[in-house]
Structure formats: structure tokens, C-alpha cells
């Protein structure tokens, strides 16, 4: 690590702005950013397949309440979600003489909590429609299998509806990662904290936030990249054959 440093301090002699430190901020700004983006997606991934196939489900008692949290945070700003949380959770009774106080008097928490939630409601509807999406002869193939409803929605319906959603899914999580941008008004020292940071400490808001710019730009085009590569492999059957 001592000579990436000696390094670093050569690249940037007798630049003021952009120093070994500056860029320490940054980096520990990218983990941040990166970890905060990375739960709240894995998390929100699991919570919504079940949320999904409740949300098909032909009983209004059942698919009401989850298109209910569904409507509520797709139709409200991520912005006050998070003060909602990060605020509110504050005023809960007897909260801060619980167990998970030292967990959530921490900004990370609370952020984490806001946008896994918010993700699992779009998620929740992406996956809801490639469900719906289902061919109703692959439903019937399985039925005529001998398979189980449940057992057709694990081997069938999923993996079928994975693949349609996989575009969609894609550009739910560069909102994600653009989104997360946000987090640092809750004290977050994420790109966008650390951007604001060398921003006050040498008044230089172009350099510092062209910067964190370009961070979430290649992060974006490494995401785009992902998805493309996994479309291209998940989805080479709906590909048209080439004449001879």
C-alpha cells in the first residue's frame, strides 16, 4: 500500500485539490455507495419474488395490501422516504432502549432500510408483470407434466419471468445506484458526501463533483455492461436466426 501511496504523491505533485487524501474521501466514498447499493438491491431482490407472486394472487385480501406498499413507494420521492425513516425512527417509543438503537442511530441503517424498500416495490411490480407475461402454453406444458402449482411456479413461471424482467430489472438498479446519491444529506459520507466535502474544503464545486460524476459514469457503464453480457446469454433463444 506504501508504494501506491509514494506513487499517488508523484502523479499528483502540485495538484492542491485532487491529493492522496481528497482522493482517501472519494474511495471511501465509493465503498459506501457501493455497499449501500449492493444490500439494498440483494435484500430488496428477496423480498420482492414473494411480494410478486402475492401480487398475482386471485384473493383481494392477499394482492391488496401488497399493491397498497407497492402504490405508497412508487408513488412518493425516495428523498422523503428516507427523512421518514432516518427522522421518525427517532421518535418511536422505547426504540432507543432496545437492542437495535446502536444499529439504527447509525445513518447507514436507516438508508439501507429506505431504499431496500424502495426498490422492493418496483422490483415487486417488474416481476409481477413478467409473471403475468407467462405464455399460457408453457402453464399448460407443466400442467400436463403432472407438475404441482407450486412446483410450476418454481421451474417454469420464475425462470421464465427472470429472463423478461432482466431488462427492466437492469435499469432499476443504475436508478438505484443514481439514487443513492441522495444518502448523503442523512450524513453519509458516500461519492456524493465526499464530492461536497473537497467541494467546501477548497471551493472548487466543478472539480469536485465533475469528479464524482464520472465515478457514478463508469460504475454506470460497468452495470450496463453486466446486464448486457447476461441478456446475451440468458436471452439468446428469442435471438432470429441468421439465413444461410
Not at 383481494?60 to 422523503?80: D, M, Q, S
Not at 439501507?112 to 399460457?136: Q, V
Request: charged fraction near 15%; proline fraction near 5%; glycine fraction near 6%.
Amino acid at each position: 500500500m506504501e508504494p501506491l501511496n509514494q506513487w499517488l504523491a508523484a502523479v499528483l505533485e502540485g495538484n492542491v485539490i485532487f491529493t492522496p487524501q481528497t482522493l482517501g474521501y472519494y474511495w471511501g466514498g465509493l465503498v459506501t455507495t457501493s455497499q449501500l447499493v449492493f444490500l439494498s438491491l440483494l435484500v430488496g431482490l428477496v423480498l420482492a419474488v414473494p411480494l410478486a407472486i402475492l401480487r398475482g394472487s386471485k384473493h383481494r385480501w392477499i394482492k391488496l395490501p401488497v399493491y397498497f406498499y407497492t402504490y405508497v413507494f412508487r408513488g412518493t420521492p425516495l428523498l422523503v422516504q428516507l427523512y421518514i425513516i432516518y427522522y421518525g425512527v427517532v421518535f418511536v417509543e422505547g426504540i432507543q432502549d432496545t437492542m437495535f438503537w446502536p444499529i439504527l442511530k447509525e445513518a447507514f441503517y436507516p438508508a439501507l432500510i429506505a431504499f431496500t424498500l424502495n426498490t422492493a416495490a418496483y422490483t415487486t411490480e417488474i416481476f409481477h408483470g413478467a409473471i403475468k407475461a407467462t405464455s399460457r402454453g408453457e402453464i399448460e406444458a407443466a400442467r400436463a407434466y403432472g407438475m404441482s402449482q407450486g412446483l410450476t411456479m418454481r421451474r417454469i413461471i420464475l425462470p421464465s419471468a427472470f429472463r423478461r424482467a432482466l431488462p427492466a430489472y437492469g435499469n432499476e438498479v443504475i436508478f438505484m445506484l443514481h439514487a443513492s446519491a441522495i444518502a448523503s444529506v442523512v450524513t453519509l459520507m458516500d461519492i456524493t458526501g465526499a464530492a461536497r466535502f473537497v467541494y467546501a474544503r477548497y471551493y472548487a464545486p466543478f472539480e469536485a463533483f465533475i469528479f464524482a460524476a464520472l465515478i457514478y459514469l463508469c460504475l454506470t457503464f460497468a452495470i450496463l455492461y453486466l446486464f448486457r453480457y447476461l441478456e446475451k446469454r440468458l436471452l439468446a433463444h428469442l435471438k432470429p436466426l441468421s439465413g444461410n
